[in-house]
C-alpha cells in the first residue's frame, strides 16, 4: 500500500508507515499523573503512579522502537502506561528526533540529553537517583544500550541502575547471521527492512542496501579484527537447528565502506564497544524472539556483557516475533507471548 502511494507521488512509504503506526489517543488512566515536557528541548511524556510511595521510585527512560524512522509517544503509550502501573515505576517516554530527516547522531544525543536531565532532576519526580532504569525495544533498544555505555564511565552522574533491552538491533556488519537467514521473510521485521532503517537512520537514504546485505560494506580487517565479538561461532547450536546458510564471501568495495564507515561506531552498533567499557555496565535485561531476525544481536551481546562479569537477566521468547511487545493490546488484539514478554520484564524491574 504505502509503495503504490510513493509510486503515485502521494506520499513516501516513511510518511504513510508513520501515519498507520501513530497510535490512538487515550484517555486518562485513574491510577497515573501524565504529563507532556520537555527535557533539554525533547519531548518526553512522563507517567507517575498516583499511589502514594513509602520511599522514591524506580525510574525508567524508554525509547520507543520503529526502525529510528517511525514511532510516536502515542505509539507506545499502552506499553508506557503498563510498565508504570504495574511495576510501580515513573516512566519518561522520548520523543527523540527521527530518520531519515534527522540522521545519526541526532536520535542517539536526544536520547542522552534526556537521561542526564532526568537522572540530574529525579527529585522532582520522587525518583531515587541510584534506581535509573534505560529501557527500549527495537531501534530504541539500540539507543539504550548507546546511552548505557556513553554514562558506564561517568563518575559525575549517579550509575544507571539497569538497563533493559528488548530485541535490540546492535550491529550493521553482519545480516547474514543465522536468525537473519531464517527469519528473513517473517513479519514485522524482514531482513532488507533491517538493512533499510539503518541505512536511512546514518545516510538518510537507502543506497547501497544490497551491498550492506552482501556484506561488500566492510573491510577484511575489519571483519576479521570483529569476528570475536560479531559471528555465528559465538551463538549457541540451539539457534542453529532451523538451518545455516554458510556466507559466500563478497568482495569488499570501498567507495560503498566510504559512505557507511560509521557503522564501526559503538554509539551506532553498541555491539562493537570495547571490553573496557562492556565491563563498566549496569545489570541488564535481554529479552529475544525466536522468529526476528534481531534475534542473534541480542545472543551476541548477552555473551559480550556475560563474558566481561556483568550480570544478565535474559528471557526468550519461543513463539515470538519481531516488535510483538508493541503489539500489546493495540486496536484491541495482544498476542499471550507479548503480554509475558511485558511480565518478565516488569518482574525483573520488581527484582531492583
Known amino acids: ?16 508507515g508513520r501515519y498507520v503506526r501513530q497510535g490512538r489517543k487515550l484517555g486518562l488512566d485513574p491510577k497515573l499523573f501524565i504529563q507532556d515536557l520537555q527535557f533539554n528541548k525533547v519531548p518526553v511524556r512522563v507517567y507517575q503512579p498516583k499511589a502514594t510511595s513509602d520511599g522514591r521510585r524506580r525510574g525508567i527512560i524508554f525509547f520507543h522502537g520503529g526502525g529510528w524512522v517511525f514511532g510516536s509517544l502515542d505509539t507506545y503509550e499502552k506499553v508506557c502506561r503498563y510498565l508504570s502501573r504495574e511495576s510501580e515505576s515513573v516512566v519518561v517516554s522520548v520523543q527523540y528526533r527521527l530518520a531519515p530527516e534527522h540522521k545519526y547522531p541526532a536520535a542517539y544525543e536526544d ?3 534526556v537521561t542526564v536531565h532526568f537522572m540530574k532532576n529525579t527529585e522532582h519526580y520522587g525518583v531515587d537517583p541510584a534506581s535509573v532504569i534505560v529501557c527500549g525495544d527495537s531501534a530504541g533498544g539500540n539507543l539504550a544500550a548507546a546511552v548505557s555505555q556513553t554514562l558506564a564511565g561517568q563518575s559525575n552522574l549517579p550509575r544507571l541502575r ?15 547471521l543465522p536468525s537473519y537467514h531464517q527469519n528473513r521473510g517473517v513479519p514485522l521485521l ?8 539503518a541505512l536511512q537512520y546514518l545516510n538518510g537514504h537507502a543506497l547501497h542496501m544490497q551491498e550492506v546485505l552482501e556484506g561488500s560494506h566492510i573491510p577484511p580487517d575489519m571483519r576479521v579484527k570483529y569476528r570475536k565479538w560479531v559471528s555465528p561461532d559465538n551463538i549457541p547450536e540451539k539457534f542453529k537447528v532451523r538451518g545455516v546458510k554458510p556466507l559466500r564471501p563478497t568482495d569488499f568495495i570501498a567507495e560503498v565502506y566510504e559512505t557507511v564507515k560509521r557503522f564501526c561506531e559503538p554509539n551506532l552498533c553498541p555491539l562493537l564497544a570495547e571490553d573496557a567499557v562492556v565491563h563498566q555496565l549496569p545489570e541488564s535485561f535481554i529479552l529475544t524472539c525466536e522468529y526476528d531476525v534481531l534475534r542473534d544481536d541480542g545472543l551476541l551481546y548477552k555473551k559480550r556483557l556475560e563474558d566481561n562479569g556483568v550480570r544478565v537477566t535474559w528471557y526468550h521468547l519461543e513463539d515470538g516475533f519481531h516488535g510483538i511487545i508493541s503489539l500489546y493490546d493495540y486496536c484491541g488484539f495482544s498476542f499471550p507471548s507479548g503480554k509475558r514478554g511485558l511480565d518478565s520484564i516488569v518482574n525483573f524491574l520488581k527484582t531492583l
Not at 1 to 16: A, V, W
Not at 190 to 197: C, I, T, Y
Open 1 to 16: 500500500q504505502g509503495r503504490i502511494l510513493e509510486k503515485t507521488g502521494l506520499c513516501s512509504q516513511i510518511t504513510f
Open 111 to 113: 536520547c542522552l540529553d
Open 162 to 176: 539497569a538497563q533493559i533491552l528488548i530485541y535490540p538491533g546492535l550491529q550493521a556488519l553482519d545480516f547474514n
Open 190 to 197: 524482514f531482513r532488507e527492512r533491517a538493512a533499510f532503517f
